[in-house]
C-alpha cells in the first residue's frame, strides 16, 4: 500500500488542531509561506479563457525560456531537451521509472524519493550524507554502499541529489559534487539533480550543479513551487542530457506523461515562460524572498543549537535539520526517538515539526525537519510586508513565532 505522504499527513493534523481552537506553530509543512508575485496573475487571468490541450512537452516558447533559464547558470541547454509537466514530482516518478535499476539516496532525504522508488519496486541505497551538507551521499562512503550493495544483488544505476537540500536546508559545496561526478562517471550512474531550491542557495555565486561537470549523464529538475512560492499552480520542469541515452529516456518519460497527465495546465505555460525568462521583477522577488528565509532560518538555527542539537548552518532554502541525540533538550523531555519528540513538542506545545525517520534518518538520532517559512504572516498583505521590510525579524508575526519558538526550546521543563 502506498501511504499518504508524511507531509500532507502533518499539514492535515494541524488544521485539524487549529480547527479545535488550538494554537499551533506549524514548523511542518514545507511551503514557501509567501504570496504570488501581483504580475503573474495578471498573466493568470489573460489566459484564463485557454482551454485546450496542451502539447504533452510544453509549448516552444516555454521550453525556449526555460532552456535560457538552464543557460544563464552555465548549463548550456536546448528547448528541444526540455519538458514540462505540472510539478517536478510527476517528473521526478516517471524519470525514475524510466532509469531502470535502483536509486542510491542520501540518509536523511526528501520522503517522496524513498516512497516513489518503493512504487517501482526499487531497492533505495542509503548513505549518510556528509557532514558538509545533506541531500548528498558521503563520496567517503559511496564506493563501498555501492559495492555491499551490489553484493546483496541489487543494482544502483541513479544517484539522486538535492541541492539546496530537503530537509536540511544545506547547499553542496563544488568538492563534494565534484566527487560525487567522478564516482558517477567511474561507475556509470545516472544523476538526477533535484533542483528545486536552486535559486534559493544564500550563495549564488559558488552553487554547483552536476549538469555543469558531467551534463551527458545529468538529468535536472527544476520548477516554481519554491523561488516563486507556486506550489498550488503546479508548474514543473526537466533537463534531459544532449545524447541518444538522453532523448531515449525522454521519449520514455514523455510517454508516461502522455499517459497519465497529458501535460502542463495550458493557462499557466504564459506565467511559467515570464518566470523562466527573468525579467527584473522577477529576479527581485526571488532575491528578496531567498533573504527573507535565510534570515529567519539563520535565527532558527540559533535556538535549536542553544538548546543542544547538532545543526548544519543553513545556506539554502528554508528548512534546518537538528538531532537532538544525547541532548539535554531530550533528556529533559524524557524522549529517546524522533517520533516521540516531534510527538511531545506537537501535544504538549503545539509544534508541528516532521521527525527525520521521515525521511530514512535513523529514529535514534532524533533529527526534526524544521520549516523556517510558515511565519511570515496570516494573510497575503503581512506575508508582503514581511518580505519588504529592511529587517523582517522586526515584523509582528515573525517576532511573535520566534519568541514562542525560543521559550519552547530554551525553557521546557523535566518531564521526568
Ligand atoms: C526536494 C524537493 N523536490 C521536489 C519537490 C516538489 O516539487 P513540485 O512542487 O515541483 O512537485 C519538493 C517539495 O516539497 C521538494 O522538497
Same mark, same amino acid.
Given at each position: 500500500?502506498?501511504?499518504?505522504?508524511?507531509?500532507?499527513?502533518?499539514?492535515?493534523?494541524?488544521?485539524?488542531?487549529?480547527?479545535?481552537?488550538?494554537?499551533?506553530?506549524?514548523?511542518?509543512?514545507?511551503?514557501?509561506?509567501?504570496?504570488?508575485?501581483?504580475?503573474?496573475?495578471?498573466?493568470?487571468?489573460?489566459?484564463?479563457?485557454?482551454?485546450? @490541450?496542451?502539447?504533452?512537452?510544453?509549448?516552444?516558447?516555454?521550453?525556449?525560456?526555460?532552456?535560457? @533559464?538552464?543557460?544563464?547558470?552555465?548549463?548550456?541547454?536546448?528547448?528541444?531537451?526540455?519538458?514540462?509537466?505540472?510539478?517536478?514530482?510527476?517528473?521526478?516518478?516517471?524519470?525514475?521509472?524510466?532509469?531502470?535499476?535502483?536509486? *542510491?539516496? #542520501?540518509?536523511?532525504?526528501?520522503?517522496?524519493?524513498?516512497?516513489? #522508488?518503493?512504487?517501482?519496486?526499487?531497492?533505495?541505497?542509503?548513505?549518510?550524507?556528509? $557532514?558538509?551538507?545533506?541531500?548528498?551521499?558521503?563520496?567517503?562512503?559511496? *564506493?563501498?554502499?555501492?559495492?555491499?550493495? +551490489?553484493?546483496?544483488?541489487?543494482?544502483?544505476?541513479?544517484?539522486?541529489?538535492?541541492?539546496? =537540500?530537503?530537509?536540511?536546508?544545506?547547499?553542496?559545496?563544488?568538492?563534494?559534487?565534484?566527487?560525487?561526478?567522478?564516482?558517477?562517471?567511474?561507475?556509470?550512474?545516472?544523476?538526477?539533480?533535484?533542483?528545486?531550491?536552486?535559486?534559493?542557495? @544564500? =550563495?549564488?555565486?559558488?552553487?554547483?550543479?552536476?549538469?555543469?561537470?558531467?551534463?551527458?549523464?545529468?538529468?535536472?529538475?527544476?520548477?516554481?513551487?519554491?523561488?516563486?512560492?507556486?506550489?498550488?499552480? +503546479?508548474?514543473?520542469?526537466?533537463?534531459?542530457?544532449?545524447?541518444?541515452?538522453?532523448?531515449?529516456?525522454?521519449?520514455?518519460?514523455?510517454?508516461?506523461?502522455?499517459?497519465?497527465?497529458?501535460?502542463?495546465?495550458?493557462?499557466?505555460?504564459?506565467?511559467?515562460?515570464?518566470?523562466?525568462?527573468?525579467?527584473? =521583477?522577477?529576479?527581485?522577488? *526571488?532575491?528578496?524572498?531567498?533573504?527573507?528565509?535565510?534570515?529567519?532560518?539563520?535565527?532558527?538555527?540559533?535556538?535549536?543549537?542553544?538548546?543542544?542539537?547538532?545543526?548544519?548552518?543553513? #545556506?539554502?532554502?528554508?528548512?534546518? @535539520?537538528?538531532?537532538?541525540?544525547?541532548? $539535554?533538550?531530550?533528556? +529533559?523531555?524524557?524522549?529517546?526517538?524522533? $517520533?516521540?519528540?516531534?510527538?511531545?513538542?506537537?501535544?504538549?506545545?503545539?509544534?508541528?515539526?516532521?521527525?527525520?525517520?521521515?525521511?530514512?534518518?535513523?529514529?535514534?538520532?532524533?533529527?526534526? +525537519?524544521?520549516?523556517? #517559512?510558515?511565519?511570515?504572516?496570516? =494573510?497575503?498583505?503581512?506575508?508582503?510586508?514581511?518580505?519588504?521590510?529592511?529587517?523582517?525579524?522586526?515584523?509582528?508575526?515573525?517576532?511573535?513565532?520566534?519568541?514562542?519558538?525560543?521559550?519552547?526550546?530554551?525553557?521546557?521543563?523535566?518531564?521526568?
Amino acid at each position: 500500500m502506498v501511504a499518504k505522504s508524511a507531509t500532507l499527513v502533518m499539514n492535515e493534523m494541524m488544521q485539524h488542531a487549529v480547527a479545535q481552537g488550538r494554537s499551533v506553530i506549524n514548523l511542518g509543512f514545507g511551503e514557501a509561506g509567501l504570496p504570488v508575485m501581483p504580475e503573474l496573475r495578471k498573466i493568470l487571468s489573460a489566459d484564463s479563457a485557454r482551454n485546450a @490541450y496542451p502539447a504533452v512537452q510544453g509549448s516552444y516558447a516555454v521550453r525556449n525560456a526555460l532552456s535560457g @533559464y538552464f543557460t544563464r547558470r552555465g548549463i548550456p541547454a536546448d528547448a528541444d531537451h526540455c519538458l514540462m509537466a505540472p510539478g517536478s514530482k510527476a517528473l521526478l516518478f516517471a524519470l525514475l521509472q524510466a532509469l531502470k535499476g535502483d536509486v *542510491v539516496l #542520501s540518509r536523511p532525504s526528501w520522503v517522496t524519493y524513498a516512497a516513489q #522508488s518503493h512504487m517501482l519496486n526499487k531497492h533505495c541505497v542509503w548513505v549518510d550524507a556528509p $557532514e558538509s551538507a545533506g541531500g548528498v551521499p558521503d563520496p567517503k562512503l559511496l *564506493v563501498s554502499a555501492l559495492d555491499s550493495a +551490489r553484493r546483496a544483488g541489487q543494482n544502483p544505476t541513479t544517484l539522486l541529489l538535492t541541492s539546496p =537540500d530537503n530537509p536540511s536546508g544545506t547547499v553542496a559545496g563544488r568538492t563534494v559534487i565534484e566527487q560525487l561526478v567522478h564516482i558517477a562517471k567511474e561507475q556509470n550512474l545516472a544523476i538526477i539533480s533535484d533542483e528545486i531550491y536552486r535559486d534559493l542557495a @544564500y =550563495d549564488q555565486v559558488n552553487f554547483v550543479s552536476p549538469a555543469q561537470l558531467a551534463p551527458e549523464r545529468t538529468f535536472v529538475t527544476t520548477g516554481l513551487s519554491k523561488s516563486m512560492a507556486l506550489g498550488g499552480w +503546479r508548474i514543473g520542469a526537466a533537463l534531459f542530457p544532449q545524447n541518444a541515452w538522453g532523448d531515449a529516456v525522454m521519449q520514455e518519460v514523455i510517454g508516461t506523461a502522455s499517459e497519465i497527465w497529458s501535460g502542463m495546465p495550458i493557462f499557466l505555460e504564459p506565467v511559467a515562460e515570464y518566470c523562466f525568462s527573468e525579467p527584473s =521583477d522577477v529576479l527581485q522577488w *526571488v532575491n528578496e524572498s531567498r533573504q527573507l528565509h535565510q534570515r529567519v532560518s539563520n535565527e532558527i538555527h540559533h535556538i535549536m543549537v542553544d538548546a543542544g542539537a547538532s545543526c548544519r548552518k543553513p #545556506s539554502g532554502a528554508f528548512y534546518i @535539520y537538528p538531532t537532538f541525540h544525547d541532548s $539535554e533538550f531530550a533528556h +529533559r523531555l524524557g524522549v529517546s526517538e524522533d $517520533e516521540s519528540l516531534s510527538h511531545e513538542l506537537f501535544e504538549r506545545f503545539g509544534i508541528a515539526v516532521l521527525p527525520g525517520s521521515a525521511f530514512g534518518d535513523l529514529p535514534q538520532r532524533m533529527g526534526l +525537519r524544521v520549516v523556517t #517559512s510558515m511565519m511570515y504572516g496570516t =494573510d497575503d498583505e503581512s506575508r508582503m510586508e514581511t518580505m519588504r521590510m529592511a529587517d523582517p525579524l522586526q515584523a509582528p508575526s515573525v517576532k511573535d513565532g520566534l519568541e514562542r519558538v525560543h521559550e519552547v526550546f530554551a525553557g521546557v521543563p523535566s518531564n521526568r
